[in-house]
């Protein structure tokens, strides 16, 4: 079993769209939680932590269920620079490294 | 700022050649870390460095060595470069490698073993 799932998608959606990921873990010992965009043929870069009370960073609105081990990020009113891959990542104590998912692919469409 | 760079960006290589893969930040991070990147798979840890001096297997290590050569520079090298190295790497740093620390990624090294 993966330690991270994702729905690798592709998810096509139009633009101003609502679309909705999730990413369940395996680790209970897992720690902190992040999402991270990456565009094709880049680097994978922070868009933002995820916390247990729940986020939220503009459009982007991230939660975290502990009891159920998954999380989530919300994208309101897709613009077309959301066109990415959105990594579900986390860490645990004591480990020095982060643990990737695969990565959902969305495109918004004009 | 440079941030974190990688050379080379693109290299093919044939069966059992070396290289090595430089990484260097300018962002004063005590830790540095290898990963690998294979279709189909999340991003893997090859090597890590949590601080100057030091240096730790990840889950991938096999056929690769690092240097952490001085603070700002983390090297990765191939001995002998096998098919199964064919992978897109990253190099990445943090402040310091406790949890909750956002990593910062180079833009990756893209090698092809013939």
């Known amino acids: ?110 | 700022n440079a941030g974190v760079t990688q050379t080379p960006k693109f290299q093919v290589l044939k069966t059992g050649q070396s290289m090595t893969l430089q990484c260097a930040q300018d962002m004063n991070h005590n830790s540095m870390y290898w990963y690998r990147q294979d279709p189909g798979m999340g991003l893997r840890l090859i090597y890590y460095s949590a601080s100057e001096g030091t240096t730790d297997k990840g889950e991938v290590p096999n056929g690769y060595n690092v240097s952490r050569l001085n603070k700002r520079e983390f090297s990765l090298r191939l001995e002998s470069a096998a098919p199964s190295q064919t992978s897109v790497y990253f190099c990445a740093s943090s402040w310091t490698s406790g949890s909750g620390n956002e990593q910062f990624f180079g833009p990756g090294t893209r090698l092809t073993v013939l």
């Open chain 1, 1 to 110: 079993r993966k330690e991270v799932e994702q729905d690798p998608g592709p998810f096509n959606v139009p633009e101003g769209a609502t679309v909705a990921f999730n990413c369940t873990y395996s680790n209970s010992a897992s720690q902190s939680f992040f999402w991270y965009r990456q565009d094709c043929r880049k680097e994978p870069k922070l868009l933002m932590s995820v916390y247990s009370s729940g986020n939220e960073d503009g459009r982007f609105t991230a939660q975290l269920n502990r009891a159920s081990q998954y999380i989530s990020l919300l994208i309101r009113d897709s613009k077309l620079s959301d066109s990415a891959t959105y990594l579900c990542v986390y860490d645990q104590t004591g480990a020095n490294n982060l643990f990737f998912g695969t990565g959902t692919r969305l495109t918004v469409i004009p």
